[in-house]
Nanobody, 120 residues
């Protein structure tokens, strides 16, 4: 199994910045893509940003130019730098990773979620 632990959420004023981190741990695993999703009550979870094994990235249109995803391959960690935050960015943010383990093969893993609230 692979465990994903997120950190960095919180309360920020509109126009402010936050940086989310997600570290993957486990035994005998390799990660393909890693990414961030978000969800608000009553709505489906949506992709925010994702980075592939090769480093290519894709973003939701709503965050392009404001958010930046990056990955530290040696630390199995993914980051989401969020700038110019808006109240509409308020959500629970979830880290996601597609990983292969010796015991379970290819699987999809999720973090526990971290709350981001943008409000004055």
């Amino acid at each position: 199994q692979v465990q994903l632990v997120e950190s960095g959420g919180g309360l920020v004023q509109p126009g402010g910045s936050l940086r989310l981190s997600c570290a993957a741990s486990g035994s005998a695993f390799s990660i393909n893509h890693m990414g961030w999703y978000r969800q608000v009550p009553g709505k489906q979870r949506e992709l925010v940003a994702r980075v592939s094994t090769g480093g290519s990235t894709n973003y939701a249109d709503s965050v392009k130019g404001r958010f930046t995803i990056s990955r530290d391959y040696a630390k199995n960690t993914v980051y989401l730098q969020m700038n110019s935050l808006k109240p509409t960015d308020t959500a629970v943010y979830y880290c996601n990773a597609e990983a292969r383990t010796n015991a379970y093969g290819l699987g999809d893993y999720w973090g526990q979620g971290t709350q981001v609230t943008v409000s004055s």
